[in-house]
């Protein structure tokens, strides 16, 4: 059932003229039957240019019903007289009470520029389903030769272990396996519920019930939560059928949960399986430097129920500051398991010189084949840390020259001499066509300095006789702004400069490039309008392009202090940036 686009408009306009951050949630009724579905939707608007969504919008729970269904939709305006920008999302979810009775419907949360909104939670109440429509829409197996069956593959599993779910379709008709879809094994209480695969298997004779044919239709991973006798969900499908929608619903089944046993470790945390955890940085070097980053792994990899498994946690400390970690899950199912590793990577600065210890808590986990606990401990990492002159001193000659070179190239970057392409990688061996490349570089800058010594000298040596002087050449600042009255920015040069500096990652290099090209298109905009660029759209109501200018400079100022710097968002600001400027290239 769709909402009315009336109902949706009226929202709409409400929340325009309500605040700048608003989210509400409504459905079109407030009374439904048991085995009715019913769509609700979650309506979210963002007005102003500097509000940014910080989190994906985290809807209420919705364990008390089935999850039919899902759709999101987004639009953006601007408003053509106050230039601010409108960002409205709607979400939208099918869903199907699985108790009668009055149900609450909790709050969505979203986070915008630092602080938490949420919208206003409310009830509906959930009529009993009518049994006789139920049953006339359902097919068993011994009316239509046609039923849906449940096969658990391990039957007796410890609490927290998972074991998985086979559903199958069993039929005498080839015809009707096409007919059944929509397959689903909902969640409950006693067991969480995940999805492995939900492609169906080749049709084959069944083993278990002679003069029918089988197919697997889903595998499921189910994980019980609590001891004892649980009873595993039914699973439903839809059966389509002379144009009408019937539903197969499997019988029950039931697993023996066993409780782990009880001399389990204080730090246990209900991991089940086989696991290893490292912690380990990217650099092979001995020391690092104070105030430097490093790259910090904490790794648990192995097999068990690694899908929900919790991380152990890096201890804080005095001696160093670290980021939240960026966490990377691959992990696959093997049947009755999951196999693979979880990564947290941390970003950490050292604030303090001398050896320094990175410590996790302790990590155990219980093995279900041994039938024993294993406590792993805490998961250390030492590190030398050096000041920035004790670091500068374990280097060789050569290195420092290097050092020293890249510094060099770093300052004189530009988008006509691509020095970056020069610069010395410190980790890689001594490679002597850079040595040589420095080294042509030196003597290049002495021979270049004699030659104009020479030129200079001989320009002294042949000054006219006559009592008329010739104009004065002024200073390097004068001749230099006299030739950039003359020269507009190369455009072109730039962003050619900025893609190639994303696909190398070079990150601080890309910042400091942008600056000057920003610097040249201003005085570009001083020499022929005498104003700035901000100026000049704001006096000739450039509100679309203020807009844009705006928004630039917000994603340049994430980069600038993103911890976790990739080559994807480098070209995705690339690519906003030649959008914008060729907009602005025209004016100048």
Known sequence: MKLKLIQILSFLFALNVFGQVTIVGLTDEKEFKQNKKFTITFILQINGNDLVQETPIKLPDFSKFEELGSASDQNTIVDSKTGVMINQIIYQRVLQPKQSGKLKIGSALVQVNGKMYKSEPFDIFVKEADKKSVENNSISKNNNDLFLNVEIKDKEVYQFQSTVAVIKVYS??????????????????????????????????????????SQTIAEYSITPNQPGKIEVPNAVAVFKNNGKNHRLISPKSKISVNNLPENSPANFKNAIGNFEVS??????????????????????????????????????????????????????????????????????????????????DHFSYFDNDKKQYFDLGNIVLPLNILTSEQFENTKSTLEKMNNYTNTVLDKVENPILKTADLKVDESSKINWKFVWINLALVFGLFYFSFIVNRFIKAKKSSKPTSKTLPKPIGSVAETELEIRKNKKTDFQSYYNYFELLASKNSDEVFLKSYQDFFTEVQQDFQTKYHTTLQEYLETNDKQEYLLEFSLLNKKLEMEKYNPYKNSESLQELSQAIKIFYKKIEVLV
């Open 279 to 360: 912690l380990t940085k990217n650099s092979t070097e001995e020391f690092q430097e104070v105030g430097k980053p490093i790259d910090i792994f904490l790794k648990i990899s192995g097999e068990g129920n690694l899908h929900k498994l919790s991380l152990p946690v890096l201890y804080p400390s005095s001696n160093y500051q670290f980021y939240p970690p960026k966490i990377t899950k691959n992990i696959i199912s093997n049947g009755n398991s999951y196999q693979g590793e979880i990564v947290a990577h941390y970003i950490l600065v050292p604030k303090k010189s001398g050896e320094i210890t990175l410590k996790t």
């Open 172 to 213: 005498k008709d080839y015809d009707q396996f096409r007919k059944v879809t929509n397959v689903q094994l909902p969640h409950s209480k006693a067991v969480d519920v995940e999805i492995i695969n939900t492609k169906p298997s080749e049709i084959e004779p069944s083993e278990e019930f002679p003069n029918f044919l």
